[in-house]
């Protein structure tokens, strides 16, 4: 059933058309991702089909009674509000914590808020999320998101995209997350120079298919010059020459991606990374750290060693207030730790992208913002101008003469960003650097990274450019210690949800031991049951050896490392690197026995 169509639909802001002559139509059961430039459009194209913004031109048609939930980038709640009669409209207390669709959404987005909170007291990111909440709550026909990954940590996303996966809901998504888009669209939808072009499939489809096209566009602008040249030809010399028609195949999708070398060489990385650096990077012994000071605020680190060696390209997860920027501060050398110490190399040169925006002189351009620190700069073999590098980064043309005064969030964050790779830094630490960027934005920077020599820690709730642009990543998991996943952002939510529910049964056995036990009685304090399948002395017993696995895991995952910086610096001696790669592999055997034992133990824990 068609629920909304468009017909000859266009719009525009100002001189600049965003929409020209658009007709499409949303289906029953439809999954779209919508994708393009930042000012692209994207935001307009839904807001037409929602109905909150009329066309110049054209007609919008729903179906009869057709219920729209939209989430916009902005939100209207009265401040005096309370978080609950905003979320649940008025739902008596019995009637949705009854409701177990009800209680999930709540304890997914809403877990750290309490419902009686005033909407004016709230942050941005929590109303971004309470706007979420009350919008999955509802009963839709269509579901319109923009930026709902916004503001939502990797484990939060990954509930998110299950949650809507389930639903019946048509639903139409703009987003900058290419591991959300591929998670919950069937079709992708690209605003481009006034039109929409659409694609079958999620965000890798979309890629593929998108290649294929500009082949074969590439194929026929050679037919067509290569025909101009035998009419010129022809001209030229009378009765053309006898010659065979030049013939294209169309490749299938998987040819696309055949013979495709890897986005990194990462051995000669690797050299080039240990040259600039030495041995040392960032090395922690023994360190403590709380999020608001020594003794303040939440632990991040308890008595943690951990080595940031050169070359090193670390993804560092974590839920939302575990400490992650905390982290980064430390490293950056902006915070000193509780007790322990940081050794950090001679030869560091580290630029640190944090979350807030440093100062840039407005009354500059951007072009002599960017200028004003370096002309050119080396990444990899290839060497940039300021100019070329702001263009990769979306400043084209006349943008790079924008006043800084002038510019979007985003605009500046990016700004910033490249300011910071214009200083050479050998060390780059990035706290959350997707935000605001576009994907084709996005691209150029995971690009610009691949032939960075150095090391690299970055902090993002986009998974996709987290596995992109790391190779391997590091949790914040609650206990104090920065833990290799060796399964990367996978074993991380595995890890999340085998503790998650090892703290629900906990609780549950204890709430169980205590009900049971009479007021005063000698068991009442310390009886724990047995009502999850397992004795307390049991659980604690796992949780010990699944705690000397993951340590296990954390000194052959170093010892990795070690080999691989050995292999750079011994790339010309080829007996030497035979000897380090049968090493190499020994430990990669030893690490699959250690996770098959972990994976086997963590499954015990959650079946118990």
């Known amino acids: 059933m068609n629920l909304v169509n468009l017909e000859s639909v266009s719009h525009a802001f100002g001189p600049k058309p965003l929409l020209s002559d658009v007709s499409l139509g949303i289906e029953q059961g439809d999954r779209i991702g919508v994708v393009g ?67 999930e959404i709540l304890a997914n987005l809403l877990a750290d808020i309490d419902l009686s909170s005033r909407a004016g007291d709230l942050s941005g990111g929590e109303r971004r999320r309470t706007a979420l909440a009350r919008l999955l709550i509802g009963e839709h026909d269509l579901i319109i998101l923009d930026e709902p990954t916004n503001h939502l940590d990797i484990e939060a996303i990954a509930w998110l995209a299950r949650h809507l996966a389930q639903r019946k809901s048509a639903l139409l998504v703009v987003t900058h997350d290419r591991w959300f888009l591929d998670a919950v669209s069937t079709r992708t939808w690209e605003v481009v120079d006034g039109s929409v072009e659409r694609y079958e499939g999620g965000y890798a489809a979309y890629v593929l298919a998108k290649a294929e096209r500009a082949r074969i566009a590439q194929a026929a602008e050679e037919r067509r010059q290569n025909l101009m040249r035998k009419e010129i030809a022809w001209l030229r010399r009378g009765p ?19 013979d495709v070398p890897p986005p990194r060489e990462t051995v000669e990385l690797l050299r080039f990374a240990s040259a600039r650096l030495g041995k040392t990077v960032a090395d922690l012994e023994d360190v403590t750290l709380h999020a608001g000071g020594p003794g303040s605020g939440p632990l991040v680190l308890d008595r943690c060693t951990f080595q940031f060696g050169p070359g090193d390209r670390i993804g560092l997860i974590g839920v939302n207030g575990s400490g992650k920027s905390s982290v980064l501060r430390l490293l950056s050398d902006t915070v000193e730790p509780d007790s322990g110490r940081v050794v950090r190399g001679k030869t560091v040169r580290l630029a640190h992208l944090s979350q807030e925006l440093g100062e840039l002189d407005p009354s500059r351009r951007v072009l002599e913002t960017v200028e004003e620190i370096r002309k050119y700069v080396q990444v990899g073999k290839k060497e940039w101008s300021a100019s070329q590098l702001l263009e990769r980064l979306g400043f084209r043309g006349e943008a790079q003469w924008k006043v800084v005064g002038d510019l979007s969030g985003g605009e500046r964050r990016r700004l910033q960003l490249l300011r910071l790779i214009m200083d050479e830094p050998n060390v780059l630490l990035l706290d959350e650097p997707t935000n ?52 990367g952002v996978d074993e991380y939510l595995e890890r999340r949800a085998a503790g998650t529910a090892l703290s629900a049964r906990a609780a549950g056995t204890a709430s169980a031991a205590t009900a049971a036990a009479p007021t005063g009685s000698p068991g009442a304090s310390d009886s724990t049951g047995s009502s999850s399948g397992l004795s307390a002395k049991e659980l604690r017993e796992l949780q010990k050896e699944l705690g000397r696995l993951e340590r296990q895991l954390d000194r052959l995952s170093e010892e990795e490392t070690s080999l691989h910086a050995e292999m750079a610096r011994a790339a010309t001696d ?4 035979a000897k380090l790669d049968a090493e190499l592999r020994d430990i990669g055997t030893r690490k699959e026995a250690v996770e098959a034992k972990w994976m086997t133990l963590a499954e015990r824990l959650d079946s118990a």
């Open 240 to 258: 053309p020459a006898r010659t065979s028609k030049p013939k294209f195949r169309i490749n299938a999708a998987e040819a696309l991606i055949a």
């Open 574 to 577: 080829f007996e030497r690197l």
């Open 37 to 103: 430039r930042n000012g692209g459009g994207k935001t307009t194209l839904i807001s037409i089909i929602g109905g909150d913004l009329p066309p110049d031109s054209g007609r919008v048609t729903h179906t009869r009674g057709l219920r729209v939930g939209m989430l916009s980038q902005r939100d209207d709640f009265e401040p005096a509000a309370a978080v609950r009669d905003l979320v649940l409209d008025g739902r008596a207390e019995h009637e949705w914590a009854g409701d177990p669709a009800i209680r």
């Open 436 to 487: 605001d960027l576009d994907i084709e934005t996005l691209t150029e920077l995971e690009d610009l990274l691949d032939g960075w020599p150095g090391t690299l820690v970055v902090v993002s709730h986009d998974r996709y450019f987290l596995e992109r642009v790391a190779d391997r990543c590091v949790a914040l998991l609650g206990d104090g210690r920065l833990s290799m996943l060796p399964g």
